[in-house]
């Protein structure tokens, strides 16, 4: 049975930083490409980083470059989310997500959205004050 657990949300004031981690269990997580994804109120479910099996390429949504780095370590099979300089506009539930596309030049269109990745978390809340 596959679990996919985040941690790591809260409320955090602008300017602000969270280290958001997403634990994986029951599935070989050195051979998944994983992904963060928000969705705010009312908005719909964006791309914020994604990264290969082995972390070789990275993908990062426009809002998230610069201030969102994403690293994952294969042998405790976590991924983290670092924010920095988080802004209001950041408030939503981030999700993590692992799945196995059959080539590294797709993680973009996983990221996207394109392509659905297969294994999902229940996602952790992140609210950032003005």
């Known amino acids: 049975q596959v679990q996919v657990v985040e941690s790591g949300g809260g409320l955090v004031p602008a300017g602000g930083s969270l280290r958001l981690s997403c634990t994986v269990s029951?599935?070989?997580?050195?051979?998944?490409?994983m992904g963060w994804f928000r969705q705010a109120p009312g908005k719909l479910r964006e791309g914020v980083a994604c990264?290969?099996?082995?972390?070789?390429?990275?993908y990062y949504g426009d809002f998230a470059k610069g201030r969102f780095t994403i690293s994952r370590n294969n042998a405790k099979n976590t991924l983290y989310l670092q924010m920095d300089n988080l802004k209001p506009e950041d408030t939503g539930m981030y999700y993590c997500a692992a799945d196995q596309p059959s080539g590294d030049d797709l993680l973009y269109d996983y990221c996207s959205g394109d392509i659905e990745f297969g294994y999902w978390g229940q996602g952790t809340q992140v609210t950032v004050s003005s």
């Open positions: 990264i290969t099996w082995s972390g070789s390429s990275i």
């Open positions: 029951g599935l070989p997580f050195d051979d998944y490409a």
